[in-house]
């Protein structure tokens, strides 16, 4: 067989493997309500059957095949990109988002079926226990009620030059960012990444560069993939998040990482478009998914020629009525400074404001979602719940009718 042959086959038995582990990772109904342990016999072929309807959403399933791939006009667009002047880009990329047939779903900038999808399979549920109400586990620790995480894509040197700016900045509301990095797009200052992380900040690998090679096919997969994880493990780069978003479900969940942020709720404006639908964490197969789902500032900007802040407080406010976690996805090369840094002030105003809300890195997120995964929760003599598992202590029980969701 040859090296390519082989490869190929190595790539696609590691896809179907991916398959196999993603539909037993935990992300059926029961298990993102985290019901009570007595009630899962009877709700068994209730949550075999959410799974799959979970993963047709989590996993982009409702897209044609060639929503997952790269067009061949794509392809060449990234070959030559670097060529192009960054404003010419920008109308180029304006003029084919105006020239592209917007889907009919998911819709932007809110899609709230999968909401609706939770919210209906936990009444019938109950109506199927004969219960008007009970117990779960709520979503974040500590008793708060929304999740709040900023992210940074940074492009270029003179983007990378304008961290420490937004940095103090997002100090001055009470924020941490994570900030995530192209490894050989540019030079990367790693003893700034050492002062911000002594600050508090985070920092994860954001593929190799922007040339839409990683993804593009299985054997680019094989043959960079393998790089960015050995350059991410020597820097102590934890978190993901594939180059424009360019990315392939299958292959992520085999990468070396804790957590990955490649998907968004909804965006039909990126290169490669599409949404989870998901205002929370989920798992990939033993990855943690953190979805961004505030619009990016590029595609109100550049694509759309909007004013960010509006739309960005709406959907803020929206997902915090609803309990789920607002993953801003901002560059420092469009926002760091004049009126766009002003109005991501604006924004930071606006989410420092929000009641009950979790500011928390990706990192911590992702490591709070894989614990709750692990919980379970008991009914005991007397009607008393009990979570039952070391470590936790942050975790909080919550009847289920106080939840948005459930209403």
Not at 69 to 94: D, E, F, G, T, W
């Amino acid at each position: 067989m040859s090296a390519a042959s082989t490869t190929s086959a190595a790539i696609g038995v590691a896809r179907a493997d991916c398959r196999a582990l993603a539909m037993r990772a935990r992300n059926d109904a029961f298990s993102f309500w985290k019901l009570p342990e007595q009630w899962r016999d009877e709700l068994e072929p209730m949550i075999l059957s959410s799974e799959f309807i979970a993963e047709r959403f989590l996993f982009e399933s409702y897209l044609s095949r060639g929503g997952h791939r790269q067009s061949r006009p794509m392809q060449a667009y990234y070959k030559i990109k670097r060529l192009i002047p960054r404003r010419v880009r920008h109308r180029l990329n304006a003029a084919a988002i105006r020239a592209r047939v917007r889907p009919e779903f998911p819709n932007w900038p809110c899609e709230s079926a999968l909401l609706e999808f939770w919210g209906e399979w936990l009444r019938l549920s109950l109506a199927i226990l004969g219960r008007d109400d009970g117990w779960h586990i709520g979503f974040w620790p500590d008793g708060y009620q929304c999740c709040v995480v900023l992210t940074h894509d940074v492009e270029s040197s003179s983007g990378f030059a304008r961290i420490e700016r937004i940095a103090d900045l997002e100090e001055r509301y009470g924020f941490r960012s994570a900030w995530n990095l192209p490894l050989t797009q540019y030079r990367i200052d790693w003893n700034l990444v050492t002062r911000l992380r002594a600050r508090g900040f985070e920092f994860g690998a954001h593929g190799l560069s922007h040339d839409g090679r990683l993804f593009r096919s299985a054997r680019d997969f094989a043959t960079l993939s393998p790089i960015v994880e050995r350059m991410a493990a020597a820097h102590g780069l934890r978190g993901f998040r594939a180059p424009s978003t360019l990315r392939n479900a299958w292959w992520i969940a085999t990468m070396a990482f804790d957590f990955d942020s490649s998907f968004s709720d909804t965006d039909p404006y990126e290169p490669q478009p599409g949404g989870t639908c998901s205002l929370f964490p989920f798992m990939l197969s033993r990855m943690v998914e953190l979805p961004y789902t505030l619009p990016q500032d590029h595609t109100l900007i550049h694509l759309l020629h909007r004013s960010p802040l509006p739309i960005w407080a709406m959907k803020a406010n929206w997902i915090a009525s609803v309990g789920g976690m607002i993953l801003t996805l901002t560059h420092p090369d469009y926002i760091g400074e004049g009126r766009l840094l002003g109005a991501y002030e604006d924004l930071l105003r606006v989410l420092a404001e929000l009641p009950s809300s979790w500011r928390a890195l990706p990192s911590e997120v992702a490591g709070w979602w894989r614990e709750r995964a692990e919980l379970q929760l008991s009914i005991e003599n007397g009607g008393q719940p009990v979570i039952r598992a070391p470590g936790s202590r942050r975790a909080t029980v919550r009847r289920l009718s106080e939840h948005p969701l459930a209403r």
